[in-house]
């Protein structure tokens, strides 16, 4: 999928065509069409993360959440909760920098279907990397000092 718009390129071009063509799908009830997309969109963001980064670090956020979100509900209502843990796994470089309420809604989903295999492990891995430092939650093991490190 090449991310480019005719609006332009770069992070607006995504936030205003892919994620909302993504987003049309979800609620056009074409969820598989939705869980592609999102999927896509998720791998290219991965993929160029770091450049996107370099620009504004919370709109990158909001565009992986926003894509995931589409990504879980559709696997929700395509009757794929089991797949919700493995698939954040392989589209994330590491499961703590899943966004909070995108690992929560898919944790909830996971756990509402019935399944329970692995979400201790799956929300421990997530704590695991995350400290409380100067009065907020921080991303800590990256490599970064802590003040360059991911808020929550």
Request: hydrophobic share 40%; aromatic share 10%; glycine share 6%.
């Amino acid at each position: 999928m090449k991310m480019m718009s005719s609006k332009g390129s770069g992070p607006a071009a995504i936030w205003e065509e892919e994620i909302e063509r993504s987003e049309r799908y979800l609620v056009s009830s074409l969820y598989e069409e939705a869980a592609s997309s999102a999927s896509s969109i998720l791998k290219w963001l991965s993929k160029h993360s770091e450049d996107l980064e370099a620009g504004d670090p919370f709109e990158l956020y909001d565009m992986l959440e926003s894509a995931g979100m589409v990504l879980v509900q559709s696997f929700k209502q395509l009757g794929r909760t089991s797949e919700i843990l493995n698939e954040l796994k392989l589209l994330f470089a590491s499961v703590p920098t899943i966004p909070l309420q995108l690992l929560l809604t898919g944790a909830c989903f996971y756990i509402s279907e019935g399944h329970s295999h692995g979400i201790q492990e799956f929300l421990e891995e997530f704590l695991s990397r995350w400290s409380f430092v100067n009065e907020q939650y921080v991303l800590v093991g990256t490599g970064e000092n802590v003040d360059d490190a991911e808020k929550m």
